[in-house]
């Protein structure tokens, strides 16, 4: 019996003094060494990847895309369109975020995408203006329209063909935070014109600002849209 006590104490002793260790190094050590080496190393990464404006605010993260709209004239109307504001850079669409019913006191952008086929709402394999309302045929079109509309000034164009895949298609997540550069060099001139400056001092702004293939092979050339209104908005000011 008494040996069987004395046992039992000494597993039940073992097993606390290994939970005190372990709660030592997987709770403490590691936590602090992976975050010591993350900071020493990857500080801008391990800390959101934080974008700064020239004051050295916080504005964002490059990881995460925003949008660019004007202040809507009921916020408390769900149904009210947000209508984007023109002199800055605009994202790609996020038609796949849809409302926050998550937590109605704070508006959290909620990730995630349309789930619809490419071909979903084409008439005779495509996408026209006859598609059904509510389609994502429906929506590209209603899109492309808008993207020739808002980006056409007195002295320039924009034709049907120049309007890329991006400018009308949200991403998977709906949060993507860059856009092509073929996307970013048509939203030039009404950029300029919006903001009073030169075609030239816009177009530069977007080839400072367009990163190309990781390792010049993977991947796609891209613009990061909240790095180049920050640089825009420093531009303005200037």
């Known amino acids: 019996m008494n040996n069987s006590v004395s046992n039992t104490a ?41 974008i700064k404006d020239k004051s050295g605010q916080v504005v964002g993260s490059s990881l995460i895309g925003q949008t660019y709209n004007l202040p809507k004239q009921n916020p408390d109307d769900p149904e009210e369109a947000a209508k984007p504001d023109l002199k800055w850079f605009q994202p790609r669409p996020s038609n796949g975020l849809g409302s926050n019913s998550v937590n109605t006191q704070y508006s959290l952008i909620l990730s995630g995408a349309t789930n619809r086929s490419a071909d979903n709402g084409a008439v005779n394999g495509q996408c026209t203006k006859d598609a059904e309302e509510g389609t994502l045929c429906a929506q590209v079109v209603a899109a492309k329209e808008a993207v020739i509309a808002d980006n056409s000034t007195a002295g320039h164009t924009v034709k049907p063909e120049d309007v890329p895949a991006d400018a009308v298609t949200s991403s998977g997540s709906g949060l993507d935070p860059n856009i092509s550069p073929a996307y970013a060099e048509l939203q030039v001139h009404r950029v300029a014109e919006q903001n009073k400056l030169d075609v030239k001092q816009v177009e530069k702004l977007v080839a400072d600002h367009t990163t190309g293939r990781t390792l010049g092979f993977m991947g796609e050339p891209r613009v990061n849209v909240l790095e180049l209104n920050t640089a825009l908005k420093a531009l303005t000011k200037n």
């Open 10 to 50: 000494r597993l039940i002793g073992a097993g606390l003094r290994a939970l005190l260790v372990l709660t030592v190094i997987c709770g403490v050590i590691y936590p602090l060494a992976v975050t010591g080496i993350a900071q020493a190393l990857f500080n801008d990464k391990a800390n959101g990847s934080e």
